[in-house]
């Protein structure tokens, strides 16, 4: 009975986790280089991936700024990382400056931008519970 039960819990599990794979997936850390997760989805429910989704639209949305990137935070808030299936990878340093959102993508540290999202939207979907 109890390999059974053991079987059958295999199989579920496995059955989860294949699932997974080519899930859509955000994390989000505090600070630069901190290392302390503050969030990780898995677009494993619609509101997740609404939530992704919403993350995604502040690095989709924004704009260069015409400033030099050593003018950027030297602490900046967030690093941003998100997979979605057919988008690959994106990461980015995320800095909350009064009302803007300024980040910059980590395989190219020289260009910043400006998102169209504002500062307190970006803190709601942070703080969403």
Do not use: W
């Not at 794979?21 to 997740?48: F, M, N, V």
């Not at 704009?63 to 690093?79: C, W």
């Not at 395989?107 to 703080?127: K, N, P």
């Amino acid at each position: 009975m109890k390999r059974i039960f053991f079987s059958l819990c295999l199989v579920a599990v496995v059955c989860m986790l294949s699932g997974c794979g080519d899930a859509s997936r955000l994390d989000l850390s505090r600070g630069y280089g901190d290392g302390l997760k503050l969030l990780h989805l898995s677009a494993s429910s619609g509101a997740s991936f609404q939530r992704i989704q919403a993350f995604a639209r502040v690095l989709e949305e924004a704009e260069p700024l015409d400033k030099d990137a050593s003018l950027f935070g030297y602490y900046p808030d967030y690093v941003l990382e998100i997979d979605m299936p057919g988008a690959g990878k994106q990461s980015a340093v995320v800095d909350v400056n009064g009302e803007y959102v300024d980040f910059y993508f980590s395989q190219d540290s020289t260009a910043l931008y400006r998102s169209q999202v504002g500062a307190e939207e970006f803190l709601e979907l942070v703080h969403q519970g």
